[in-house]
């Protein structure tokens, strides 16, 4: 099922084509940036907060990022890069 985010949508389509993410790690990495808690992401997306905090785990893998402090910054300067 796929999961619509007006904000998400609203960014170039390139940009987010880019990231080897899925729609749905592709919100909370959109939360991340946007410095939003756990919480508060998890109400956006309409999931539990351990649920986000799986999704933001397998962002930093699949980014190679290590440390979680590093995601949004990384995120912005990949999306800014395209």
Do not use: F, S
């Not at 609203?10 to 080897?20: F, G, H, M, V, Y």
């Amino acid at each position: 099922m796929k999961h619509h985010d007006p904000e998400l949508e609203a960014l170039p389509r390139e940009i987010w084509a880019a990231l080897p993410l899925n729609q749905r790690q592709k919100q909370v990495a959109l939360g991340i940036m946007q410095g939003r808690t756990t919480k508060e992401i998890a109400r956006r997306c309409g999931c539990d907060y351990r649920t986000v905090e799986t999704y933001r785990l397998q962002i930093r893998e699949r980014l190679g990022i290590r440390c979680a402090r590093d995601v949004a910054p990384i995120l912005a300067a990949e999306i800014t890069r395209h």
